[in-house]
């Protein structure tokens, strides 16, 4: 059976009637301004990281070292966010966390303007960036369920989806150019977009729980709490297998990413030229972003999630032969034409299958799952390219990937994807 039976059955007219009425939701267009600058200006920071130190220092690894730092800091907080989100005020964690990160990103301004750029500095805000966005992790999830009724919540990834996609798409190409005109605006304008984030907040005026009934029991320690987020996963094989199966592509994808940069500089590439190519794996996600509704109702969710797994391989080998940096992007975006669809598919089952009094919990320990190694990705890219080279570091990476494909023929949680998403509901 299709994943589309349940993941979406709606016309095209159907779709643009049910993302209008979203939009006159205040609190969800609240939420989505927010959000919407607040990606625009981490997307601007994200090529401009290694940029920064790649062209401060010419070190790969300290590049790797870098970007990793981040990953790093969610891990060790998320945990912890999802069993406060379902205990403590939800506002209160999605509204401190953006006011502090936009104070640490500020100062990655600062210390470019003064001259003053160290690896060590750079590498602590990523660190507390990290820290505090786990924090208020589980938060996230669990307001937008709050503000999304059940039966729009397709609607709303496949927005998300397909803002992401628009904002990749613009934001390396425009934070490479703003790092060309003067290093320090890309880390201005993500400090600036925290502040928008924190605004959206507080436009939402729907209670975000957790509701007084919904409150974890105050005997429960906040190691109990946790323990239960990853029984729930335990217990479920699709739970199980999106935070596996995730985990492991996050890691490759986020490795790659950071591959291309150093690819496209080893070369020679300007800085425009590297935000250019980078966003032109967003076009691919874009696509797919906009066609997700299509490809789910005609593609079963189990050869969907096979096939984007092949196709990174595929991808990932011609990245490490292809010498023209336009034919690298290319392939880029060929990888996240599927991606784009199948992150719908699996969001909108995953919140379907968690009660509301969970949701912190549980999904907090599914991304700290999926981000368990991402960390792992950019740091072995940055020594692999140190080592031998950003091509053979690549084909390293072409070569685990293919590993990850070959388990999803033998893993039994992709068979939930089955059923009807009306049929998928919440197990206490």
């Known amino acids: 059976m299709a994943v589309a039976d349940g993941a979406s059955e709606q016309a095209p007219a159907e779709v643009k009637q049910s993302n209008r009425l979203l939009f006159r939701n205040r609190d969800y267009t609240g939420w989505w301004i927010g959000a919407t600058v607040s990606e625009y200006g981490t997307a601007l920071s994200t090529v401009a990281y290694p940029l920064l ?16 730092a981040e990953s790093i800091g969610g891990l060790i907080t998320m945990l912890i966010g999802g069993a406060l989100a379902d205990r403590v005020s939800r506002r209160a964690l999605l509204l401190a966390s953006p006011l502090v990160q936009a104070a640490v990103v500020s100062t990655v301004a600062v210390a470019v303007l003064t001259g003053h750029v160290y690896v060590s500095h750079v590498a602590v805000v990523g660190l507390i960036q990290g820290l505090v966005g786990g924090l208020s992790g589980g938060a996230d999830f669990a307001a937008l369920r709050r503000v999304v009724p059940e039966e729009m919540l397709p609607n709303a990834f496949a927005l998300a989806q397909g803002r992401t996609w628009a904002i990749r798409l613009a934001g390396p190409s425009s934070g490479g150019l703003l790092f060309g005109v003067a290093r320090w605006l890309p880390f201005l304008g993500d400090a600036v977009s925290f502040l928008a984030s924190a605004l959206g907040v507080l436009l939402i005026r729907k209670p975000l729980g957790p509701d007084p009934d919904e409150h974890a029991d105050e005997r429960e320690s906040i190691l109990a709490s946790i323990a239960g987020g990853f029984r729930y996963i335990r217990s479920n094989a699709y739970l199980r297998f999106l935070t596996i199966w995730t985990g492991l592509e996050n890691c490759l994808i986020n490795g790659l990413l950071i591959l291309v940069i150093v690819l496209i500089h080893s070369r020679h590439g300007s800085a425009t030229l590297i935000g250019a190519v980078s966003s032109l794996g967003a076009v691919g996600g874009l696509i797919g972003a906009s066609v997700s509704s299509r490809i789910a109702k005609r593609i079963p969710g189990r050869p969907l999630v096979i096939a984007v797994s092949w196709i990174m391989v595929a991808a990932t080998v011609g990245i490490a032969l292809v010498p023209n940096p336009w034919a690298i992007g290319a392939l880029i975006a060929l990888m996240f034409v599927l991606i784009a669809p199948l992150n719908v598919v699996f969001g909108t089952y995953e919140v379907r299958m968690i009660p509301d009094a969970l949701m912190g919990r549980v999904s907090s320990a ?7 190694v991402r960390w792992l990705g950019p740091l072995s890219a940055g020594t692999l390219a140190s080592v031998f080279s950003p091509s053979v570091a690549t084909l390293v990476f072409a070569g685990v990937q293919a590993a990850v494909a070959m388990s999803t ?4 949680g992709l068979h939930v994807l089955g059923r009807p ?4 509901t919440a197990n206490a």
């Open 53 to 68: 130190i790649l062209f401060v220092t010419g070190s790969s690894t300290s590049a790797g070292v870098v970007a990793a």
């Open 366 to 372: 599914i991304s700290f799952g999926a981000s368990s």
């Open 409 to 412: 023929f033998i893993a039994s």
């Open 421 to 424: 998403i009306d049929e998928v």
